[in-house]
T-cell receptor
Framework: GQSLEQPSEVTAVEGAIVQINCTYQ??????LSWYQQHDGGAPTFLSY????GLEETGRFSSFLSRSDSYGYLLLQELQMKDSASYFC?????????FGPGTRLSVLP | DVKVTQSSRYLVKRTGEKVFLECVQD?????MFWYRQDPGLGLRLIYF???????EKGDIPEGYSVSREKKERFSLILESASTNQTSMYLC?????????????FGPGTRLTVL
């Protein structure tokens, strides 16, 4: 089968750094994406990794290791507005599979 | 900006009714998707389409069908709604061949089946 695993909840304080991990098991693999979803809102794209290594976009970075079927999203200098759910997603060739989501709570 | 719109934000239907959920995107994207989102389960792919009149089953197609008669419009059909289809339905689109795989989501339709 196809499955993605991520922690269900993460809590951190403003200004801190947090890492959200994602492990996947899929029949095919083109790339790993990350999406952010605020309560009541639609998911919005954050980043995409097709190759191993780190991709940096402002305060957010995403890492992929295809040999370990593992990736993570790194959020730096946390702000209150970063409180949201974060989903990893795998494009498996003939399908897209999303993880169950990680709810990030940023405390003052 | 890419805009994906869905016909309703909230919908209440009765068991056995036929339900149509409409999705329209304005960026000439080839790919369109229908997901349902349930707490603790993330987004699950119901159907997707890579071109007009083309459709592919996702992970949970049972009880659903789709229609793509025009490139900008992708419809999800519940032939006979059941209570276990109460959920948030999200439509998305993406550009074929894009190297970032970005999907643009609509605001969602929260469907309640009584």
């Amino acid at each position: 089968g196809q499955s993605l695993e991520q922690p269900s909840e993460v809590t951190a304080v403003e200004g801190a750094i947090v890492q959200i991990n994602c492990t996947y098991q899929t029949s095919g693999f083109y790339g790993l994406s990350w999406y952010q979803q605020h309560d009541g809102g639609a998911p919005t794209f954050l980043s995409y990794n097709a190759l191993d290594g780190l991709e940096e976009t402002g305060r957010f970075s995403s890492f992929l290791s295809r040999s370990d079927s593992y990736g993570y999203l790194l959020l730096q200098e946390l702000q209150m507005k970063d409180s949201a759910s974060y989903f990893c997603a795998v494009h498996g060739g003939q399908n897209f599979v999303f993880g169950p989501g990680t709810r990030l709570s940023v405390l003052p | 900006d890419v805009k994906v719109t869905q016909s309703s934000r909230y919908l209440v239907k009765r068991t056995g009714e036929k339900v149509f959920l409409e999705c329209v995107q304005d960026m000439d994207h080839e790919n369109m998707f229908w997901y349902r989102q349930d707490p603790g389960l993330g987004l699950r792919l119901i159907y997707f389409s890579y071109d007009v009149k083309m459709k592919e089953k996702g992970d949970i197609p049972e009880g659903y069908s789709v229609s793509r008669e025009k490139k900008e419009r992708f419809s999800l059909i519940l032939e006979s709604a059941s209570t276990n289809q109460t959920s948030m339905y999200l439509c998305a689109s993406s550009l074929e061949g894009a190297n970032t795989d970005t999907q643009y989501f609509g605001p969602g339709t929260r469907l309640t089946v009584l």
